[in-house]
């Protein structure tokens, strides 16, 4: 079945410090979404990405849609605190299939 | 605006009872997802619906499982009898579309379930 890839699984970063993490799928997909887990609540959008190529912006946040539909990369820019999360893509062809998420942890 | 809306929020329970997690999609919206989150698995969908006919129940792990929409504003997801290793966190999301044409999903908070 369709699997997606999503690197790295966990960051430790200091406040202020740019982030990057990406998914990769063998499958191609129509639709690229990232989304934000806090603990004990449900994932939150943050980016759509609907064309392959597409580069959007959201605050601090940055996404890409690979040319390949096949890969997705989401930038945050200047880390802070309440950027704490888990953090997946979600590729979506059909069904949404999610990657295996990117803990991320920020020190003050 | 109100989100999707699950209840009960938490749910702890004996093996062998019967569990069911409810479901507010939001106003407007035509379809609805349930998944279900582990660390071992991550989210894995189980059913969708659009315009309140399931159209995809291969994700549901066995018959013990069913899940229904009586209308387009309430859902429902049964374990009949629960077990053990049931226990996880259950999202409904819901979106406007069809086919390949979705949305994005809009999740609620989801359902804690520990079964005992």
């Known amino acids: 079945g369709q699997q997606l890839n999503q690197s790295p699984q966990s960051m430790f970063i200091q406040e202020g410090e740019d982030v990057s993490m990406n998914c990769t799928s063998s499958?191609?997909?129509?639709?690229w979404l990232w989304y934000k887990q806090d603990p004990g609540e449900g994932p939150v959008l943050l980016i759509a990405l609907y064309k392959a190529g597409e580069l959007t912006s959201n605050g601090r946040l940055t996404a890409q849609f690979g040319i390949t539909r096949k890969d997705s990369f989401l930038n945050i820019s200047a880390s802070i605190p309440s950027d704490v999360g888990i953090y997946f893509c979600a590729g979506q062809g059909g069904k949404l299939i999610f990657g295996q998420g990117t803990e991320l942890s920020v020190k003050p | 605006d109100a989100g999707v809306i699950q209840s009960p929020r938490h749910e702890v329970t004996e093996m062998g009872q019967e569990v069911t997690l409810r479901c507010k999609p939001i106003?407007?919206?035509?379809?609805l997802f349930w998944y279900r989150q582990t660390m071992m698995r991550g989210l894995e969908l189980l059913i969708y619906?659009?315009?309140?006919?399931?159209?995809?129940d291969s994700g549901m792990p066995e018959d013990r499982f069913s899940a229904k929409m009586p209308n387009a504003s309430f859902s429902t997801l049964k374990i009949q009898p629960s077990e053990p290793r049931d226990s996880a966190v259950y999202f409904c999301?819901?979106?406007?579309?069809?086919?390949?044409?979705?949305?994005?999903?809009?999740f609620g908070d989801g359902t804690r379930l520990s079964i005992l």
């Open positions: 999301a819901s979106s406007l579309g069809s086919g390949t044409g979705f949305q994005p999903q809009h």
């Open positions: 106003s407007g919206h035509n379809s």
């Open positions: 619906f659009n315009n309140n006919v399931p159209i995809d």
């Open positions: 499958s191609i997909f129509n639709t």
